[in-house]
Nanobody
């Protein structure tokens, strides 16, 4: 089992920054990829950014140049640094981890960007 605990969400003004954290616990060995997804009310959940164990990253076009995903040295925590936030970034952000054939999700954290 893998448990994911997220933190760092909140309310921020447009142009501001937030840093999301996702800590993995349980059977964390052999986790090969982690990522962040987001879902706004009435919209589909979409990939924001992902990172492999080796450090390869992938970003949605809408966040390139503004968001940065990273992992800590122990590969137990993934971060999402969000800069130059826009109102359209408002959504519930979910952490995802992949281990073997299983996918694990965090509880989600609300990010609200005001105009």
């Amino acid at each position: 089992q893998v448990q994911l605990v997220e933190s760092g969400g909140g309310l921020v003004q447009a142009g501001g920054s937030l840093r999301l954290s996702c800590a993995a616990s349980g059977i964390i060995f052999s986790i090969n990829a982690m990522g962040w997804y987001r879902q706004a009310p009435g919209k589909q959940r979409e990939l924001v950014a992902s990172i492999t164990t080796g450090g390869s990253t992938n970003y949605a076009d809408s966040v390139k140049g503004r968001f940065t995903i990273s992992r800590d040295n122990g590969k137990n925590t993934v971060y999402l640094q969000m800069n130059s936030l826009k109102p359209e970034d408002t959504a519930v952000y979910y952490c995802k981890a992949e281990r073997g054939v299983r996918a694990y999700w965090g509880q989600g954290t609300q990010v609200t960007v005001s105009s």
